[in-house]
């Protein structure tokens, strides 16, 4: 016999649909890497992404993942923006919203991240505004070494929240000494999902 929600489990919380996002999130990067090692919102020294995954069975290159679905980003407003001048004039405390603003703050913690592989995960719904604004700022590293990737994350009710990349990573250069004390945690740290070989 099926159970029916009740209207308690249908509306969720931002920390419950952030949890979700980072649960789908984690699900395309262990499709798309090799033999991953995933560690969900880890506390290591330099870096503290939503999710890390390290391919090659934890040996690997370092791909980390912000997501960001707060308001300001994710376009959850009582009326819906349509283009930038709306973003500009709406969020949930009525006050005004500098869209740009916001992105350019994570596009800077994206980009100073000691991570190969860097991304940021946003709402399906507002790829179409953010992804112009993130380009405008830049994808790449001022050397050209590296790319940010972008995921949407698409919202789907009571089914599992779909992650998608949209726009593909480059690998960055990171520095020996920061690679060094990350991998000191990850010694230590055990993954909150790890693949079988």
Known sequence: MATVANSQDT???SRKRHGRAVNAVAELLRRKIAVP?????????LLHPDVLAVDRAGSGDLHAVEIKLETGVSG?????????RDWNQINKDGH?????GVVKKFHDQLRSSPANYRYVAIPAETCTSLVPILVDIGL??????GR???????????????????????RFR????????????????????????
Request: glycine share 6%; aromatic share 4%; net charge negative.
């Open 11 to 13: 509306s969720l919380d």
């Open 37 to 45: 090692h995933i560690y969900l919102k880890p506390t290591a020294k």
């Open 76 to 84: 959850r407003h009582p009326k819906k923006p349509t283009d930038l």
């Open 96 to 100: 005004s919203v500098d869209l740009p």
């Open 140 to 145: 790449y590293s001022p050397d050209g070494i």
């Open 148 to 170: 940010l990737g972008v995921i949407s994350i698409r919202d789907k009710g009571e089914d599992r929240p779909e992650a998608e990349i949209v726009l593909a990573r480059e």
């Open 174 to 197: 990171v520095e020996p000494g920061k690679m060094i004390a990350i991998e000191k945690f990850l010694e230590k740290a055990k993954p909150d999902i790890e693949v079988r070989i």
